[in-house]
T-cell receptor
Framework: GDSVTQMEGPVTLSEEAFLTINCTYT??????LFWYVQYPGEGLQLLLK?????DKGSNKGFEATYRKETTSFHLEKGSVQVSDSAVYFC??????????????FGKGTHLIIQP | AAGVIQSPRHLIKEKRETATLKCYPI?????VYWYQQGPGQDPQFLIS???????DKGSIPDRFSAQQFSDYHSELNMSSLELGDSALYFC????????????FGPGTRLTVT
């Protein structure tokens, strides 16, 4: 079945540091890939997405590129802020473009940014 | 902008009781999804509905059922509750013409005692 593997946390960085959170996936076909962020006590917010190979999703300084050859969708940000502290989930949807399919999530990475 | 509304936000039930969770999607969204998130866990997909028909099914227990109504709101019915059902239940909604991008509600925290 489909699965998503992301680096274990917590990940602790200093403000303005470079961030990478690794995400790899296993899926049949051509899934869509997503990064969601969850702040304490809140629901999940879509951070960025990519629906086909070599697409780059970007939002709020975060970027991720859909790499079919390495089945990866690593999240990066050049300079993190304290407000970026949250749990980040990598996810996939089986069908390209989504479809009404449920998402398969990774275990989540807790990011802590220290001033 | 209007978001997904879930009610109630918090619910406390005893073992073997039943619970009903409600989800009101973003206006004009035609698809709803239900997820269960245990403490410190990733969300697990339960079930989805498109235009009031079941679309995809995940790891939903037989004790749970769900439906989508003519106004597109959805209800998740949970019977014979067990301690292990204590979790955060999220509803998400999407629109086919927007590529089924899922928008999540704030969740309902269910505690079974």
């Amino acid at each position: 079945g489909d699965s998503v593997t992301q680096m274990e946390g917590p990940v602790t960085l200093s403000e303005e540091a470079f961030l990478t959170i690794n995400c790899t996936y296993t899926a049949t076909g051509y899934p869509s890939l997503f990064w969601y962020v969850q702040y304490p006590g809140e629901g999940l917010q879509l951070l960025l997405k990519a629906t086909k190979a070599d697409d780059k999703g970007s939002n709020k300084g975060f970027e991720a590129t859909y790499r079919k050859e390495t089945t990866s969708f690593h999240l990066e940000k050049g300079s993190v802020q304290v407000s970026d502290s949250a749990v980040y989930f990598c996810a996939l949807s089986r069908r390209s473009g989504g479809g009404a399919d449920g998402l398969t999530f990774g275990k989540g990475t807790h990011l802590i940014i220290q001033p | 902008a209007a978001g997904v509304i879930q009610s109630p936000r918090h619910l406390i039930k005893e073992k073997r009781e039943t619970a009903t969770l409600k989800c009101y999607p973003i206006p004009r969204h035609d698809t709803v999804y239900w997820y269960q998130q245990g403490p410190g866990q990733d969300p697990q997909f339960l079930i989805s509905f498109y235009e009031k028909m079941q679309s995809d099914k995940g790891s939903i227990p037989d004790r749970f059922s769900a439906q989508q109504f003519s106004d597109y709101h959805s209800e998740l019915n949970m019977s014979s509750l067990e301690l292990g059902d204590s979790a955060l239940y999220f509803c998400a909604s999407s629109l086919e013409v927007q590529g089924y991008e899922q928008y999540f509600g704030p969740g309902t925290r269910l505690t079974v005692t």
